[in-house]
């Protein structure tokens, strides 16, 4: 499956990206509230999720660098996770982070869809506010499931969009 909006084209990610991934992952490590480049666990998954073909990327129909990216999880049968989501800062509030999730609720195909973002309160309001909203906007809706405290000590909130 492969969107085209506004000179964006989000596409599956193989191999060859990884690079970009790290470059995109460095520049949101603070929003994230951890070290993600260059860590044993940020490269088996970001690995683990372009193998299996669940790993996205929004790019430049210009020039073709990714400006943003997502990671999917299929844990259950009926639910698919978007666990990963971040949008390069210079292309924000352009579309890409809609294109993303758009093309995660079309490849969830029918299923419901859960997401966790920043919770209220996270210090980098702008950013978290930002994610949220766009959640928000698209269908998802607030859940009462419990979610550890992100790595920095900041809140995380489960989303939950139904078809």
């Known amino acids: 499956m492969t969107s085209d909006t506004n000179g964006i084209v989000v596409v599956r990610s193989t191999v060859a990206d990884v690079a970009a991934w790290n470059e995109l992952a460095?520049?949101?490590?603070?929003?994230?509230?951890?070290?993600?480049?260059?860590?044993?666990?940020?490269?088996?998954?970001?690995?683990?999720?372009i193998n299996g073909g669940q790993a996205w990327c929004a790019r430049s129909a210009a020039d073709s660098s990714i400006v943003g990216g997502m990671w999917l999880s299929y844990g259950s049968?009926?639910?698919?996770?978007?666990?990963?989501?971040?949008?390069?800062?210079?292309?924000r509030r352009q579309g890409i982070g809609r294109a993303l999730v758009e093309?995660?609720?079309?490849?969830?195909?029918?299923?419901?869809m859960r997401v966790v973002t920043f919770g209220e309160g996270h210090p980098l309001q702008s950013e978290a506010g930002a994610?949220?909203?766009?959640?928000?906007?698209?269908?998802?809706?607030?859940?009462a499931e419990i979610v550890p405290i992100g790595?920095?000590?900041?809140?995380?909130?489960?989303?939950?969009?139904?078809?």
């Open 131 to 143: 994610a949220r909203a766009l959640y928000l906007k698209l269908g998802f809706e607030p859940t």
């Open 77 to 91: 049968a009926d639910t698919v996770t978007l666990s990963w989501l971040a949008v390069r800062s210079a292309h």
């Open 26 to 49: 460095s520049e949101v490590e603070r929003e994230f509230g951890a070290r993600l480049v260059g860590t044993e666990d940020w490269t088996s998954r970001l690995l683990a999720h």
């Open 103 to 112: 093309t995660a609720l079309a490849v969830a195909a029918g299923r419901a």
């Open 151 to 163: 790595p920095d000590g900041t809140p995380r909130a489960v989303l939950r969009y139904n078809r």
